[in-house]
């Protein structure tokens, strides 16, 4: 299994710019969701979805969208870039394991915006 | 508001040495509490999940407890290896399985 694959893993955007960043996994997770990690701060939920054709927002969603078409896709879409954009981004899939989800993530996708 | 704070911010050992992380958090309702390792420049792993009523749990040389009383946890780290080099990340989750992450703490393990 290749886990969660995330792709391009390094983007550099002018302001104004949209762009997709692709995240896929071979897991079967139904779980989905998409975060941000900025320095200082914790990992912040972008948005998520609990199975195809579900999505929902997270803690910081405006300026991107998503969709859900397949269990294995679930692409991350910029809608018009800003600086305020500039981050790590990491995907990750999740499954019931018990009592908790169990989270695996992707390798992540560094994007500049200038 | 739910909070996860971590300490130290950072720290420096030597290989060899052990090492112990602290995480205080204000989540309730309390679901589960767990450590990820971030390596630099890759995505966090899991290294231990902890319901309510586990108050401690090992993964090799790692070993998480957890006080849901006093509303603690540890990672302690035994004869740290230079591999340990990484941020380490306390999350909590509440009753909805919503995460709120630690800031972590960022280890360097010099030989």
């Known amino acids: 299994n290749a886990g969660v694959t995330q792709t391009p893993k390094f983007q550099v955007l002018k302001t104004g710019q949209s762009m997709t960043l692709q995240c896929a996994q071979d897991?079967?997770?139904?779980?989905m969701s998409w975060y941000r990690q900025d320095p200082g701060m914790g990992l912040r939920l972008i948005h998520y979805?609990?199975?195809?054709?579900?999505?929902d927002q997270g803690e910081v969603p405006n300026g991107y969208n998503v969709s859900r078409s397949t269990t294995e896709d679930f692409p991350l879409r910029l809608l018009s870039a800003a600086p305020s954009q500039t981050s790590v981004y990491f995907c990750?899939?999740?499954?019931?394991?018990?009592?908790?989800?169990?989270?695996?993530f992707g390798p992540g996708t560094r994007l500049t915006v200038t | 508001k739910n909070q996860v704070e971590q300490s130290p911010q950072s720290l420096i050992i030597l290989e060899g040495k052990n090492c112990t992380l602290q995480?205080?958090?204000?989540?309730?309702?309390?679901?589960?509490l767990r450590w990820y390792k971030q390596d630099t420049g890759r995505g966090p792993v899991s290294l231990t999940i902890?319901?309510?009523?586990?108050n401690t749990k090992s993964n090799g040389r790692y070993t998480a407890t957890l006080d849901a009383d006093t509303k603690q946890s540890s990672l302690h780290i035994t004869a740290s290896q230079l591999s340990d080099s990484a941020s380490y990340i306390c999350?909590?989750?509440?009753?909805?399985?919503?995460?709120?992450f630690g800031t972590g703490t960022r280890l360097q393990v010099f030989p």
């Open positions: 999350v909590v989750s509440d009753d909805t399985d919503k995460l709120i």
């Open positions: 897991m079967n997770h139904e779980y």
């Open positions: 902890m319901t309510f009523s586990e």
């Open positions: 979805s609990v199975g195809a054709g579900i999505t």
């Open positions: 990750a899939s999740s499954y019931l394991a018990g009592l908790a989800y169990e989270q695996y």
């Open positions: 995480c205080n958090y204000t989540v309730s309702p309390f679901s589960n």
